[in-house]
């Protein structure tokens, strides 16, 4: 497939007990690492997989991600 794939609605896990909303397909991982900065990073799954992460994907805006952070969010395809 061309393109990469995007986190969307990402929620944090270890900072909510539960998910404000209801995910059609969640998939979980963990934030690889996130540049404040610039307001990006990558979500890693438990599949291996790697997601890129932008700020304004996050449903909660005044978060800021953290390495180690456990997310579920939802999948979406950027083309390209």
């Not at 990558?42 to 952070?69: A, C, R």
């Amino acid at each position: 497939r061309k393109g990469s794939f995007q986190a969307f609605d990402i929620v944090f896990l270890k900072r909510l007990e539960t998910p404000l909303i209801i995910l059609k397909r969640p998939i979980s991982g963990i934030v690889k690492w996130f540049d404040i900065k610039k307001g990006y990073g990558i979500i890693e799954t438990f599949e291996n997989v790697e997601y890129f992460l932008h700020k304004s994907n996050m449903l909660i805006k005044t978060m800021t991600p953290m390495t180690g952070d456990v997310v579920i969010f939802e999948e979406r395809m950027e083309k390209g």
